[in-house]
Nanobody, 126 residues
Framework: QVQLVESGGGLVQAGGSLRLSCAGSGRTFRNFGMGWFRQAPGKEREFVAG????????TYTDSVKGRFTISRDDAKNTVYLQMNSLKLEDTAVYYC???????????????????WGQGTQVTVSS
């Protein structure tokens, strides 16, 4: 098991940027895929971005492509989500997640993950 703690959320104007961090403890991130998900009020949790265990492959939901970037620093056991050109519809609670099994490649599937952080609120205002 790994404990995940997100940080970096907050209130930002549309067009602005935020950088989310997800720090892990209890188990190394190395060899495990990592993902970011979000849940807006009244909606189901959805996949945002994922990064493979080796860091050489990333995947994004269509609505954030070109605006968000996921990265990882295994030495720090930390995953990041750089969010640029934020839109009102990006408002949500953002969660990071660690894969259940090492070397997982199905990064967009929630079933891939069994460790979740508590979430950090991102609010984009007009």
């Amino acid at each position: 098991q790994v404990q995940l703690v997100e940080s970096g959320g907050g209130l930002v104007q549309a067009g602005g940027s935020l950088r989310l961090s997800c720090a892990g403890s209890g188990r190394t991130f190395r060899n495990f895929g990592m993902g970011w998900f979000r849940q807006a009020p009244g909606k189901e949790r959805e996949f945002v971005a994922g990064i493979a265990w080796h860091g050489g492959s990333t995947t994004y939901t269509d609505s954030v492509k070109g605006r968000f970037t996921i990265s990882r620093d295994d030495a720090k056991n930390t995953v990041y989500l750089q969010m640029n050109s934020l839109k009102l519809e990006d408002t949500a609670v953002y969660y990071c997640a660690a894969a259940r099994n090492p070397y997982s490649e199905l990064l967009a599937a929630q079933s891939t993950y069994n460790n979740w952080g508590q979430g950090t609120q991102v609010t984009v205002s007009s």
